[in-house]
């Protein structure tokens, strides 16, 4: 969970929030009244013809910024689902019978977190997608797979974040407030990671989570920032933020060509090297975070979209902005990113495509009128 924040509020909004909170005692949580909308059904949403959203979460250069990268958003999309659905349910699947805890747990004093979060989940997702999910008197049914699953049965059979993990696309982690004023990884269904272990971070602090990740100007730019907007992010409020990497393999759930996943010594530098550009995967990441109203636990969307970088490459604008974004990391970005392993063969296609769409016309003073970012 590599997550790049920098303030969003101005300064006199953050003393105000903060005077606001300053009375709670970390740790201790009261429980909120809000309760999010309702949302409305998803237009014309179906699981075989409902395409993935085109994120293309990268800018221009000359200068790549670090920041959190937060924008403000609407509780009816919360999760975003789409026709990928079945192979990100298979995968899940296979992975969850294979590693089990490892990929899925909780820690004691985050299970009423993981709870609520399933309550969550059950209450909003038959609601947006009413084809996919079906409210019962127990539970909710997905009517897709034929999976059912009691969450009135206390204890529950399984652990509650294993199974908010298996109903969406997404994966997920709960950061838990300690008396000493720090949000704590307690709680993760991190099924689809790529290239992190939930093993590794479980139990760590958002700073630490973050430097032991090499997270780059984590400390100089990014940690004051970070702290802060998790101790004033209110219930009523969601945010999401997008980024990206370069994968040299088309494995959704673990990136085979950095190495194995047991592996103690895997980076994006261990990634196999100037692989042919059919191998090269464009992942991008939507993230969410909002408060849980009852336990005030943060917790993290992690949505993973995953295409072949010679599919994006056939988009207007797209190869051309992606090599100046490319080519605007500073070499703290790029070793983080692992640009050495496919920099060269990745940004000799990008420039060739980019010049094909200039020589049939293309006009790029027109791009602003037809994508902005994260689009």
């Known amino acids: 969970m590599h997550i790049a924040m920098a303030p969003i509020q101005p300064y006199s909004q953050l003393v105000f929030l903060f005077l606001v909170l300053a009375d709670r005692v970390p740790g201790q949580w009261s429980p909120s009244n809000f309760r999010p909308p309702k949302p409305r059904p998803y237009p014309d949403w179906s699981i075989e013809t409902t395409k993935p959203l085109p994120y293309r979460a990268f800018r221009y250069g000359p200068k790549y910024h670090v920041t959190m990268g937060l924008r403000a958003a609407e509780h009816e999309d919360w999760i975003q689902l789409d026709n990928h659905y079945p192979r990100y349910h298979a995968d899940k699947a296979a992975r969850l019978a294979e590693r089990g805890q490892q990929i899925a747990k909780t820690a004691p004093e985050a299970m009423p977190a993981a709870l609520e979060l399933l309550d969550e989940l059950t209450e909003y997702l038959p609601s947006r997608y009413p084809s996919l999910f079906r409210r019962t008197a127990v539970g909710i049914d997905n009517l897709w797979s034929g999976e059912?699953?009691?969450i009135a049965e206390r204890p529950l059979k399984e652990d509650p974040i294993e199974i908010c993990g298996r109903l969406i696309q997404d994966d997920l982690a709960?950061?838990?407030e300690r008396p000493d004023g720090q949000y704590y990884l307690l709680s993760g269904a991190i099924i689809l990671p790529g290239f992190w272990r939930l093993e590794d971070k479980f139990g760590m602090p958002l700073s630490e989570i973050h430097t032991s990740g090499h997270v780059?100007?984590?400390?100089?730019k990014l940690e004051r920032g970070m702290l802060s907007f998790f101790t004033r992010l209110k219930c009523e409020a969601i945010y999401s933020r997008n980024n990206y990497f370069i994968q040299v393999d088309d494995s959704l759930a673990w990136s085979w060509s950095i190495g194995s996943e047991d592996d103690p010594n895997i980076s994006w530098q261990t990634?196999?090297?100037n692989r042919a550009?059919?191998?090269?995967?464009?992942?991008?990441?939507?993230?969410t975070l909002r408060r849980l109203p009852r336990t005030g636990?943060?917790?993290f969307t992690i949505r993973t979209y995953f295409h072949p970088i010679v599919d994006i490459s056939k988009e207007d604008y797209v190869p051309g902005r992606?090599?100046?974004a490319v080519r605007s990391w500073g070499e703290d970005v790029s070793r983080y990113k692992g640009k050495e392993r496919y920099g060269d063969v990745l940004l000799g296609y990008l420039d060739g495509e980019?010049?094909?769409?200039?020589?049939?016309?293309?006009?790029?003073?027109?791009?602003?009128?037809l994508r902005q970012y994260p689009w």
């Open 297 to 299: 636990a943060v917790c």
């Open 277 to 287: 550009i059919e191998h090269h995967w464009f992942r991008s990441e939507r993230q």
């Open 271 to 273: 990634a196999e090297k």
């Open 322 to 324: 992606l090599a100046s």
């Open 216 to 220: 780059p100007q984590f400390r100089e």
């Open 174 to 176: 709960l950061m838990i």
């Open 354 to 369: 980019h010049q094909k769409q200039l020589e049939r016309g293309l006009d790029m003073g027109k791009e602003e009128d």
């Open 148 to 150: 059912s699953f009691n």
